[in-house]
């Protein structure tokens, strides 16, 4: 049997874990419901050719980290609503429960491992 205790417990951890580094290096637009990095904040207010530069690789890596964190929160977010389902835990390929092991460190998962890549 699994511990959807614990799991949902390891699930909002996660969810908080992720949207605190989430808020860190963007925002969320409420049109879009999508999240946006934000330009970083810097002390100096020179804005020279290569501050400029920077400032673009930066919010270009933000944006990937925050794709990155965004899909790992949407995983979670579904996990969480899928957790009352009698489904839960259970592989969508076999239909049989998903090793406990794996679903600790990935209770989002929707496969045993068997069925991980297909
Ligand atoms: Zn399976």
Known sequence: MLDK???KEKLEKE???LLEQLRDI?????ETNEWEATPEERESRESDQNDMADRFEDFEERSITIRALESRLNNILSALKGLNRESFGRC???KKDIEMDRMEVNPAAKTCKK???G
């Open 115 to 117: 069925h991980l890549n």
């Open 15 to 17: 969810r908080d874990m």
């Open 5 to 7: 205790k614990k799991i």
């Open 92 to 94: 969508e390929v076999c």
């Open 26 to 30: 963007g925002k969320l637009n409420p």
